[in-house]
């Protein structure tokens, strides 16, 4: 994985959440002539993960890769928003239960209980 650093200040940045870019150039025609480079985020890939989410924030950075399994497969699905909501939760548990360094199975099964549950 290639880590891509950007000087954008000057610049400004829309992003827009939509299974297709012409979905919302069609909703808002106005956002076209704006759009410099429309740019497609896929899922994370499996071998990444990990690495990604290590980058991303010290609970994860550490964390057992099975965790990190059973949190994409029941909730995440490569899904870099779900993993912020996990995130989350990590952090609003983590006080509750005394809970310091990398995010760990126990943990994990709190965060997919309240996160999976809830959805229902």
């Known amino acids: 994985?290639?880590?891509?650093?950007?000087?954008?200040?000057?610049?400004?940045?829309?992003?827009?959440?939509?299974?297709?870019?012409d979905d919302v150039l069609r909703a808002s025609p106005q956002l076209k002539s704006r759009m410099a480079r429309p740019v497609k985020f896929e899922p994370i890939a499996p071998v990444d993960l990990p690495k990604v989410l290590a980058m991303y924030h010290p609970m994860f950075d550490g964390c057992d890769s099975h965790v990190i399994g059973?949190?994409?497969?029941?909730?995440?699905?490569?899904?870099?928003?779900?993993?912020?909501?996990?995130?989350?939760?990590?952090?609003?548990f983590a006080p509750v239960f005394n809970h310091e360094g990398p995010l760990n199975a126990e943990m994990s099964e709190r965060i997919l209980a309240e996160?999976?549950?809830r959805r229902r």
Do not use: P
């Not at 290639?2 to 000087?7: G, H, P």
């Not at 949190?71 to 699905?77: I, K, R, S, V």
């Open 1 to 21: 994985m290639q880590r891509v650093v950007a000087d954008v200040r000057g610049v400004s940045l829309i992003v827009v959440g939509s299974s297709t870019i």
């Open 70 to 92: 059973r949190l994409d497969a029941a909730f995440a699905h490569r899904n870099f928003r779900r993993w912020a909501r996990i995130l989350q939760s990590a952090n609003r």
């Open 115 to 117: 996160l999976v549950v």
